[in-house]
């Protein structure tokens, strides 16, 4: 015999259930076309949604935040202004001004795409992105994670998709892309129906880290292991997970002198591989 489901009544207003509504559309939970409230329901009793505080924030700390929007925009830092921006509208402490003067701000600061991809990426909706370069070739994505990331000053869309053709990275790596977000001007963006993964790709990379580096370095998000090595005075050992090597090589780069990368043999060659050009460069030669 089937069980039949338990229910309940929600006593709320019709503003209150509009409200409702909207936040079961922002997350997906859907019965068709239209929200479903007892499916948000369902997910925060789950724990799939975590209810918190969000009216604990001093008048101080709103308007010095919103002081940072202008401030960032006049510098050209937009993007940095954007991420206050949708920062601050997640706060019920804003007055209906405010909250207007924001969402304004947002919707002429983004083309109607990149409003949808951060939709998407709320709901872990899986989308297709479709988008044409400066040279007019056309490309088609399947993305089924995604996150907005900085990247030595620029925003870009990390992402996991189906397609690997012409991703330079090692195989471990070639589902994720890294596309710079300035760089799209148009961009088609439809929802598919797929699983949204967790993450990206990721693999260990072992370093050791010699002299001052050793001592100066600070902890990572990414890191996984940061210690020092019981046999090797003054060498300390970081693995840090990495989902791209095009950006962790530049960044250890520059400390190339007080940094080797041990593991895995892969990303070691290409470091090798760039080490070798860098003396070619400067008719360097060793036996």
């Known amino acids: 015999m089937s069980r039949k489901g338990q229910s309940i009544t929600l006593s709320v207003s019709e503003r209150d259930k509009a409200e409702l509504e909207a936040i079961a559309l922002e997350f997906g939970m859907k019965w068709g076309d239209e929200p479903n409230i007892s499916k948000l329901i369902k997910a925060i009793a789950q724990r799939e949604l975590i209810v918190g505080k969000n009216h604990d924030w001093q008048d101080s700390r709103i308007r010095a935040l919103h002081r940072c929007i202008a401030a960032l925009t006049d510098i050209g830092q937009v993007e940095q202004a954007e991420i206050i921006a949708n920062l601050l509208l997640e706060r019920s402490e804003l007055s209906v001004p405010m909250r207007k003067e924001i969402e304004g ?12 991809v951060d939709h998407y990426i709320l709901r ?17 994505f399947t993305v089924r994670y995604a996150k907005i990331t900085p990247h030595e000053k620029r925003q870009y869309l990390d992402c996991w998709c189906e397609e690997t053709e012409g991703n330079l990275d090692i195989p471990e790596l070639q589902h994720n892309w890294c596309f710079r977000l300035d760089n799209i001007h148009e961009a088609s963006v439809t929802e598919i129906t797929q699983k949204w993964f967790s993450n990206l790709d990721e693999i260990d990379v072992e370093m050791h880290l010699l002299n001052r580096l050793a001592f100066a370095y600070q902890s990572k998000p990414e890191d996984k292991t940061v210690e020092w090595i019981p046999d090797k005075p003054k060498v300390k050992q970081v693995i840090r997970r990495v989902s791209n090597t095009f950006w962790f090589i530049r ?9 080797i990368v041990v593991s895995p043999d892969n990303v070691r060659s ?14 360097l030669t060793f036996d």
Do not use: G
């Open 105 to 116: 701000f947002l919707n002429h600061s983004r083309p109607s795409w990149r409003l949808q």
């Open 124 to 140: 872990e909706q899986p989308f297709q992105l479709s988008y044409q370069d400066a040279a007019e070739r056309v490309f088609n």
């Open 251 to 259: 960044e250890i780069m520059q400390y190339s002198s007080d940094c």
């Open 270 to 283: 290409l470091i090798k591989q760039k080490l070798i050009t860098l003396c070619q460069h400067y008719d």
